[in-house]
Nanobody
Framework: VQLQASGGGLVQAGGSLRLSCAAS????????GAWFRQAPGKEREFVAA????????YSADSVMGRFTISRDDAKNMISLQMNSLKPEDTAVYYC???????????????????WGQGTLVTVSS
């Protein structure tokens, strides 16, 4: 599976952005999709994930109520709608995919087999 993330950019605090991640190769429908982010000088952290079966979504506490992850398996794509953006959301955002991820591992980078190249989101105050 190859992943291509897009949609990053510069936005003012309080604004919105929508990130997209297009998957190619093997069918994406059987994989859990996720978004992680990495701010300068910090470790990569979990943002949100969405299951392959049922499409149940999970979010980090820091983005709950502001970010929404979704998937369109017909288009082999996952998206991250980001609203009410804050300066602390500034980071490189990475999409990821993995199979057979148990719930307790969903927030770990090691659980995912495939990664996109990252897209930069900058939120100005």
């Amino acid at each position: 599976v190859q992943l291509q993330a897009s949609g990053g950019g510069l936005v003012q605090a309080g604004g919105s952005l929508r990130l997209s991640c297009a998957a190619s190769g093997r069918t994406f429908a059987t994989y859990t999709g996720a978004w992680f982010r990495q701010a300068p000088g910090k470790e990569r952290e979990f943002v949100a994930a969405i299951r392959s079966v049922g499409g149940r979504a999970y979010s980090a506490d820091s983005v709950m109520g502001r970010f929404t992850i979704s998937r369109d398996d017909a288009k082999n794509m996952i998206s991250l709608q980001m609203n009410s953006l804050k300066p602390e959301d500034t980071a490189v955002y990475y999409c990821a995919a993995g199979g057979r991820i148990i719930l307790s591992s969903m927030r770990r980078t090691s659980a995912y087999d495939y990664w996109g190249q990252g897209t930069l989101v900058t939120v100005s105050s």
